[in-house]
């Protein structure tokens, strides 16, 4: 017979558990990193409602090689890279951005890394991952926290955890739209931890989750991406297609394998896939091939892209306006800060008290910011002022 302890849930997900139980008419969720639109609804992007259409109900279901769909793996290489650079990369299609951090530490553990670093903070999931991987977790200096009025990277902290990692280890950056701060690398702070991954031998996991929602422009997202491609060393990125195509759902994600080894490397994911869950999904992987492929579609897709992340930066404008005014503080951060997230500098006990007036966000203090609009904003800061003047 089962005998087991219970299992803690994942704060996100217990988060909105608590949420859905809440029966008070004026609750709200800044919970969950997913896009809502001004009426508080999901979003279902023109370009994949389009592409839909043109897919009807043509498609095959047969499976997926395990590797997955080249040609969707091909446009994803490009929208990544800025082009499809063949020789030294190759890519194995993913469950979203999770199955292919999955794949990336299941593999380095394999080949014998034993240490894999992120940032403090980082998306809660990184640590379960990188145990259930099999490998040992340790974190990275990453927020200058001694002025949240101004954030920034603690760069000298962050360079110093960088060097101090044993060769070998494997270090998880997040390409750009940093989960939960908010706060990126500037291009010269890239170009210094390039260097310190090449020094330390690291092993490189860039974590693309977010691209297009950080700047509104999925290409300038991709800057520190490019920088690892033209420092010459290996690495590896896992791209998510749930946020950026609003395809949570689907599971369409994809690993690029950045090395003069790459098929090996990418040969050796197939066995875990294999043994894992066999063979990728194929309706989300058709759905951004097509809107990739087509050159109108993929125009609508960079626009909407761009929609969404402006409208996030309006929320942040008023969101900070409001602060401002009802608490008389600076709430600077929550303009300096970009995509989906802001890092409110709320303590716990002040999330608390949010919550007791069924505002919701993580303990940490983090706000989906992707989730405010033009209705629930003034009871969110209302209730936020009075949680920080108590
Ligand atoms: C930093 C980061 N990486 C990866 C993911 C993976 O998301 P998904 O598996 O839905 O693509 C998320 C989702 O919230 C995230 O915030």
Request: net charge negative; aromatic share 8%.
């Amino acid at each position: 017979m089962f005998s087991l302890p219970p299992t803690p849930e994942d704060p996100v997900f217990a988060l909105n558990r608590l949420f859905n139980a809440d029966p008070s008419p004026t609750k709200i969720s800044c919970g969950i990193g997913a896009y809502r639109d001004n009426s508080g609804n999901p979003t279902v992007l023109s370009c994949v409602k389009k592409a839909k259409d043109l897919i009807g109900s043509s498609t095959q279901n047969e499976y997926l090689p395990i590797s997955g769909d080249a040609e969707f793996l091909s446009l994803s290489r490009e929208l990544c890279f800025g082009s499809d650079p063949s020789s030294n990369v190759s890519s194995i299609q993913s469950l979203s951005g999770t199955g292919g951090l999955y794949l990336s530490l299941k593999l380095l553990s394999q080949i014998g890394c034993k240490k894999v670093y992120a940032s403090n903070p980082t998306w809660g999931n990184h640590k379960s991952l990188s145990l259930n991987a099999g490998l040992e977790y340790s974190t990275y200096t990453y927020l200058d926290l001694t002025n949240l009025s101004s954030p920034s990277i603690d760069i000298t902290n962050f360079l110093s955890d960088l060097s101090s990692m044993p060769i070998n280890s494997a270090v998880i950056l997040q390409a750009c739209g940093h989960n939960p701060t908010g706060v990126d690398p500037t291009s010269e702070q890239w170009d210094m931890i390039v260097e310190k991954c090449r020094e330390r031998k690291l092993y490189v996991i860039m974590d693309n989750a977010y691209q297009g929602f950080a700047s509104g422009s999925p290409e300038s997202d991709s800057l520190s991406i490019r920088k690892f491609l033209s420092s010459g060393l290996d690495f590896l990125v896992c791209c998510s297609y749930a946020k950026n195509f609003g395809l949570y759902g689907q599971r369409v994600g994809a690993v690029h394998v950045v090395s003069a080894d790459s098929k090996n490397v990418v040969d050796a994911m197939k066995q875990i896939a294999r043994a894992t869950y066999s063979n990728p999904p194929k309706h989300g992987s058709d759905i951004v091939k097509t809107v990739l492929g087509s050159e109108e579609l993929k125009k609508d897709w960079v626009r909407e892209v761009g929609e969404m992340s402006e409208r996030i930066r309006e929320m942040r404008s008023k969101i900070r306006e409001k602060l401002e005014e009802t608490t008389g503080g600076s709430w600077k951060h929550v303009t300096d800060q970009i995509g989906m997230f802001s890092y409110t500098g709320l303590s716990k006990e002040q999330v608390m008290k949010c919550r007791e007036e069924s505002v919701y966000m993580l303990e940490s203090g983090r706000v989906s910011v992707a989730g405010v609009n033009e209705g629930n904003l003034e009871r969110i800061c209302d209730v936020i002022g009075r949680a920080v003047g108590e």
